[in-house]
Each structure stands twice: as structure tokens, then as C-alpha cells.
């Protein structure tokens, strides 16, 4: 069935074919003529339609090609046989017709036009589907005058140099773009010559203009030659003069065409002149030219014509299928090889091996195999034939020869294992008396020898000075005829030295099933079961200090708290911490460190009781559990621990260090804490004495608040990246508002984050933010904070507002932050402009130079900043004038009172000022009711933010919460 879009076609080419002096004939036929001139021209048109619909029938499709070029030039030439060839795989059925516009030899105007009207004329009665135009002067010519020839025929182009977007805009117009990787080769044929200059041989033609452009264009990129000579319109004949200024090593890049005679003449082909270019320069040629490749060049990455007319092909076939060509966007990205000639890489002695990876190598030599492949697969069949007749032959030799060798084994086996000095092999007779003994070099050291042949194994072992055996237990196993498993017995050397021994053995039963005696062996496991009892030792201690380790100090902890819950014995736990200790592995090293340890760990076990447990915990961390011990005699001995840790001195060569020590105590007498909840309750007890000022002893009593809530955060902190894949996090919004313009459009709002518990609790800030920052979560919560305002800035309806996101001093002084945040900006739909990064203080003096980096780097794509809490730190003064920041945010500290200080009006008025002076917007916090606002309007503040402007709602409205 024919296309609608194509009766549409019919139809316009019918009416097409009055020309405009036609049409002002028209205008004197009267209407009854008028209306058969109409008849004469619908009713063909209608009549093919209906003939095309007609089942079977199909009309035929008419795509016309118009290059640019010449049909010998060797690209045209490629492009053409690309185009044929991929019409006849796709549509077959296809008539293609091929034009050449000649421009380079051709280039005047008139010719063009010309062409076009000879175009018209010779097409005139075949209705054309598509119109194909191969390289830039073709298709500015048909842009020029398609109106006039083309008005309705899709076009197609293929084979321009550039990225053009404005042709993006045409409609009816689609196609594909060059993508020459000349850049690429430049930096390539400077790697494989070692040369820092190149010559570049172009023409004055208009590609010649492009490849200028382009070649400028390369001229700034990096491992590029550095000096880049180009020498427009040269003759074969002035070749030589006009190169010799320049080395004979530097590469050369031919990217125009030579001319013929003189500066103006005819353009000689790519394959020709690159022959002559070859002969009469000692250069390497590269190019980007797949034509030249062969003829001379070495090679390069280059454009494969065929490729590039498949792809304009590809989007023809899509228009003739019904679509629309302002559906099909240009394809902007086109193969490109790399192509080297195997003669040329030998001729410059260029390894292959340096050749970009996936190169292709052309015109090599045939290999041996190749040569002569018949001959060397009947060699290699005769040669495996014989091969495996051998390997048959020597198989059964080697066979037989391996079952002599084992009778020969077998034979001597038994002897040699009897004869072994640590294992004795031993048999009883039916009467349990030793009839065989394997001590044949002579009798064994203790235990069963040679000696005691015709003893039973109790007499054997009857001296108890000697050994140590389980007598009685041996005489019932052999009485009841069971195996002997794994007997162990200890035996006195002369030299009193201990030694250990295994027995096992087994009845022997004839085959009516009764009892013949005993066969077994006698082993000496003293060095085994010495290190049996060294690995369980190494496993309990720390290999460093000789303390229990965390696993041992652990299990003694849970029995601890067994014990406890039975008996309700009074128990205490010490969490030991030293201060100052990693200052010693900065600035002596770990061998220093170690050492210090070791010293410490005698000093504190020296301090405590016998029947204490101190175990090393980790690095210069301490356990210890001190039984039937009340709190305050803990408290007491963990005061000394205290004073002799800052009382030691640690002396390494001229050297004097210092350490201290912080405890946390929590005493347990029942089982209302677990073993693990202990430990963590101890080591916040630590932290809380470090925090104290270090040095100290914190004792956590049953209900302690601040250990409490320290815990609580703990669990907070583990819950997050949980949270986050649970959509427990949220987020909300609060406005801030021009104070003098309070019903502007004016639209600027902080983000807040909000956290739901296991529970569905609302969790505030501050209750897991602090604990965030302390063990290195926040940078999670700031990139999720960053993500689901940028992704979700439109669905949150924030559509032209500016959001202030808070980042922590993690995030600001991470180097590899600033690099995520700014491509995550770019990434989303958020104007640069419309986002404020709000930062604290002490998150910026934390690493000043990083931080400056930082508000620079995203300053510099439209990104705003706000110093947030200004006034609340001892230092803001200083820094202010480091920092450009675009907002100074007061701190609500000093707010909340000025309606009734004065003083702190005087404060808000004079930082107020100094930001004003310093190019700043102020914003003041905790703005809670009129009275503040008025005094913030009269001093001049900027913006205003808290409860009186509007409390914090959710983003998402399926967030149901509470306001904050």
C-alpha cells in the first residue's frame, strides 16, 4: 500500500512542474479552464494513488545522490561504492542515481547553478523520495536553492566535516557528520617519530579552510608537536624547496591536496599525489585519509568511507519506511580505524607493538604458513601420527616398568616404615604378649622397644616413675578386644626430659572372625603436642604484650557476666585508652610504638591485682575486668592506673616520650546488660573522659544520661545506610524571606533532614548528626542530602527557588568531594545559580586551604554560599576576609534576644555592616515572632528565617510529620 507522505509527493511534484512564468499565464485562463487545467492535474495523480493501492503493487523508490567531488576522486569513488552497497543489502528494489557537482575543480557559482538546472531538468519525471548529499559544497548549495528544486524531497547529508548545530534546525533534514580523529593522529605520529615538529601539506579549497580550523583546533591540545608548520597549495615540482626549511625526521601530514603546475592549478588525487610525496620526500607520511594508506603513508586514524555511507543509508531507509526526518536527529559520531601500512612502519623502523591498541596492519608479508599451509598440515599429520605411535610404545614400557617398581616398593615399604626412628610399629599375639617390635636398628628410647618382646603392654608400662599411664583403662580395652585410639602417655628420658607418645591399634581377626592378637603403632608426638599448647597460647595472648587478646578477653567477659547473673557477684569493667600515643608512631615510628606498649602493658599489670584480667583490646587500647571488686575500689585502682601512666617516662635513644591514659568504668553485679553491651558502654565512658579533658577516670553509673544518649546515637549511626535504602530519611523545607519585602516572589528555602527510627520515631539533627561527624557517616548522608535535592528539585516543587543545602567539614575537605558535587550540579536540572552550599566555621578553618578550593571550584560554575552560625564561634573575624562566601548567616543565639538587649542589636548592627562592606547578604536565624523582625527591618538585614516566616514543612507530601 503506498505512503500517504509519498501521494502528498506525487501530488506536489505535479504542481511543481509549472514554472513561476507559467503561473503568471495562469492568471488569464478563465475558470472553466481553470477547473479542467485542475481536472488534467488531480486526476493523474489520483489515478497513480489508486493504482499504487492496488495489492501487489508497489511504487518504486527514487533516491537521488549528489557528491560533491569528482567521480575519480578516491573518496567519492568509496562513498558511492558504500552507498550502492548498502542499498542493495537494505532495499534492493531501490533506484539510486548518482550526480557530481565537480566543486573542486568546478568551484564558480554558475557552474553550480548549472548543475542544478540540468539536475531538474534530467529528473524532471522520476518523483525522488530522497535527496543524498555527499560533503560540505553540495549540501550548502542545496540549502541555497532547495526551496526552488527541492522544496519537498527529504535530504540527507553525509561526509561534513563538522558539527554544524544550526543544521539541526532544517527541517526535512537529517544526516550524518564527519568525526575525523586528526587530533588523535597529530599526537600518534609524534609518539612514533620522537619528532617536536610537523609539517601539514594543505590546499586552499574550502575543506582546505575546514581542515585549517581544525588543525588550530589541535594545535592546543596536549602531546602535540610543538611547532606545526602548514604550507598551503603545493606543486609536485616545488616540493622539495618549499620543505627544505624543515628536518627531514619531522613527520609530514598531507590533509589537502597537491596541485598541478601552479599554485591554482588542478587538484591531484589522494592516491597519486601521496605516491608523489612518498618518492620525493625521506619523511614518514601520516594521515587521516583512508585513500593514502598504501600508496605511501604510514598511516593514521582514519575515516572508512564505506562505514559513513552505510550510516546515511541506515537513516534514508528510516524516511522511505514513513518517518519523519524531524524525528531522526544527525548522528554526530562516525567510525574512525587505525590503519598502518607494514612497509612504511619497517621502512622508519616503528615497532608495531607501539601502535595504538586495535590497529589494523596492511600489506604485510605472507608468513611461512601462509605460503605454503597444504604442505605443513600433511608434515604436522604424520609428524603427530608417529608422535603418538611412540607415546604408545613408551606408555607400555613405562607401564611395565611401574609395576616392577611397586613390587620393589611394596617389599621395601613395610621395612622402611618399620625402621622409622619416631613411629614404632608393634603386634601382640593371641596371649596380648608383644611379638613383634620394629626397632630393628637397634632398642627405641622409652615406651615399647625391642627389649620388651614377649611382655604385655601393662607390664611394659609398670613403672610409674618412668611413665604415665592409664594402666587399668589399657587392660579393659584389651580385655573386651577394642580398637586403641588415640592412647596418649607421658615418658621420662634418662636426662629427665619429658617425652610424649600416642598409641593406636586394632584387633586382628582371622577370617572365621576370631581374635589373633593386636597390630598398631607407637608415635612420638612431643613436638607436636608442645605445639599444640603453643598455638592455644598464641591464640589467647597478644602476640606484642603478652595480655590476653580481644578474643580471650571477650570469652572472660561473658563468663564474667554468667557468673554475675547466677551469683550477683559485684563485677567492674575498665576501658583503657592512651592519649597521645599515635604522636608517638607519627614522629619515632611503630617499632618505637610497639616497644612503649609492651613497657606500658608490664607497668599496668603490674598496678592491678593477681586475679584481675587485662587484655589488649586493639592498637593502644586496654580491657580490664576486675571480679568481687566494688566500684569504688575500681575507681581507686583505675586513679593509680592513671598516675603511673602519666608518670612514665619511655626513654629510645636520645628520645624522652609522654603518654596518658583516660578509663571508663561501668560495673555490672546482675544481667541487665550483655557482654557486648558492656564493652561499648565502657568505651563510651572512655570517650566521654577524653572528652573531659583526657587524662581522667569517668565512671558510667546505671542510669547515665550522657552515656545513654552517646549509646543512642550509636544506634542511630549504625541504622543509617539502612535507613537510606528504607526511605527512613526525609526531607524538609523552611522559607527565608526578604525582610523590607516580605511578599516578593522572591522563593528561598533551607533544606533540613529528618530521620524516622526502627520505630517510626522522629529522630532530630541532633541526635545522629554530632555522632555522624564523630565516626565518619556524614559524607553518606551528604551525598544522599545532594542527590534527592538535585534529582528531585522539580518533583518537590521548588521550580526557580533557590535551596541552601548544608555540607559537612568532611565533605568540604575532601579533595575527591569537590569533583562528585560538581558533576552531580551538572548532572541534575538545577541551575547553578539556584543552589547555596551552606558551611560552618569550623568546617572551613578545620583545613582552610581545601575549603578555599573548594568554595572556588563550585563558585565557579554559579554555585552560591552561606557561612553559617556567624557569631557563634571565637574566630569569625578573622576568617570572614578569607572567605567569599555570598550569605552570612547569624547565629540565632544573638537574635533571639534583640528585641530587649541592646547590646545585641549593636552586635547584629555592626556585623551586619562589615558584610554589607564586604559585598554580603546577611540572613538571620530564629527569627521567632514581629518584634525581632521590626528590629532586623531597622538595622537592615537582608533575609530573615525561623517560625515567624514560616516553619519547616515536608518536600515530599507523602511524608506525614510533625513540624520541628
Known sequence: MVRPNLILRLLDISVSRFNPLRCRQLKDISPKQGWWLRKSTILPALSISLFATVPGVKAAENVLVIHSY???????????????????????????????????????????????????KKYQKVPLDTLIVSDDPGLQLILKSRNQYFPQVPVVFLGINHVQPELYNVPGLTGVFEKHSLAETVQVAKRLTGEDGLIVINDSTETGQANIKRINEVKGLP??????????????????????????????????????GHANGKLIDFKTDTRILRAKLPNPLFTATVMRVGPGAVGGKVLEGRFHADQAVQLVTKILDGEDPADLEPIAETKNLWMFDARELKRFRIDPQDLPLGSTILYGEPSFYDQHRSLVWIVLGAFSSALVIIALLMEVLRRR??????????????????????????????????????DLQGPQTSAISSQALGLSLPEVFADEETFEFNTKRLETILHWHQPIRDFIFFAKEANQEMRIFKLNGKPILDEAQLFQGYRGIQRDITAEYFLTKKIAYQAAYDSLTNLLNRTEFDRRLQEAVNLARDNETQCVLCYLDLDQFKLVNDTAGHIVGDQLLT????????????????????????????QDCSLQEAQVCCEMLVAAVRGFRFQWQESQFRVGVSVGIVAFADASYTAEELLSRADLACYKAKDTGRGRVYVANQNDPEIDRYQLQMAHIADIPQAIEEERLYLVKQPIQRVNQPSSRYRHYEILLRFRDGNNHVIGPGLFIPAAERYGVINLIDQWVLETTLNRYL??????????????????????????????????????????????????????????????????????????????????????????????????????????????????????????????????????????????????????????????????????????
Not at 616540493?239 to 590533509?255: A, E, H, K, M, N
Open 70 to 120: 569528482h567521480p575519480e576522486l578516491s573518496w567519492t569513488e568509496q562513498v558511492k561504492r558504500g552507498i550502492d552497497q548498502s542499498f542493495q543489502k537494505r532495499r534492493p528494489d531501490t533506484k539510486v542515481f548518482h550526480e557530481y557537482l565537480d566543486s573542486k575543480r568546478l568551484p564558480a557559482l554558475e557552474h553550480s547553478q548549472h548543475f542544478l538546472a540540468l539536475i531538474q
Open 401 to 438: 616398568a611401574q609395576v616392577e617398581k611397586t613390587l620393589r616398593d611394596n617389599e621395601k615399604r613395610y621395612r622402611d616404615l618399620a625402621e622409622v626412628g619416631a613411629n614404632t610399629f608393634w603386634e601382640l599375639d593371641v596371649n596380648l604378649k608383644l611379638s613383634f617390635v620394629s
Open 599 to 626: 613497657e606500658l602493658a608490664q607497668l599496668l599489670k603490674q598496678k592491678i591485682r593477681p586475679e584481675d584480667i587485662l587484655g589488649r583490646l586493639g592498637g593502644d587500647e586496654f580491657g580490664l575486668l576486675m
Open 223 to 260: 602531546n602535540v608537536p610543538k611547532t606545526i608548520k602548514i604550507i598551503n597549495d603545493i606543486t609536485p615540482e616545488d616540493l622539495s624547496q618549499r620543505l627544505s626549511p624543515y628536518p627531514s625526521t619531522w613527520p609530514v601530514l598531507p590533509i589537502g591536496q597537491l596541485r598541478q
Open 795 to 964: 518533583q518537590f516543587g521548588m521550580k526557580d527557588a533557590i535551596v541552601s543545602i548544608n555540607l559537612s567539614g568532611a565533605s568540604i575537605n575532601d579533595e575527591r568531594a569537590t569533583a562528585d558535587v560538581i558533576a552531580l550540579i551538572r548532572q541534575s536540572k538545577v541551575p547553578p545559580s539556584n543552589i547555596c552550599i551552606e558551611i560552618t566555621e569550623t568546617a572551613t578553618i578545620a583545613q582552610l586551604d581545601q575549603a578555599l578550593r573548594f568554595i572556588e571550584s563550585l563558585k565557579e560554575i554559579g554555585v552560591k554560599f552561606a557561612l553559617d552560625d556567624f557569631g557563634s564561634g571565637v574566630s569569625s573575624l578573622s576568617y570572614l576576609k578569607s572567605l567569599p562566601v555570598d550569605y552570612l548567616k547569624i547565629d540565632g543565639s544573638l537574635i533571639k534576644n534583640i528585641a530587649v538587649v541592646e547590646s545585641d542589636r549593636e552586635i547584629i548592627y555592626l556585623i551586619n555592616e562589615l558584610a554589607h562592606k564586604m559585598g554580603m547578604e546577611t540572613i538571620a536565624e530564629f527569627v521567632e515572632n514581629d518584634h525581632i523582625l521590626e528590629q532586623l527591618r531597622i538595622i537592615g538585614v537582608d533575609f530573615a528565617q525561623g517560625y515567624c516566616i514560616g516553619k519547616p514543612e515536608p518536600l515530599d507530601i507523602n511524608q506525614l510529620i510533625p513540624s520541628w
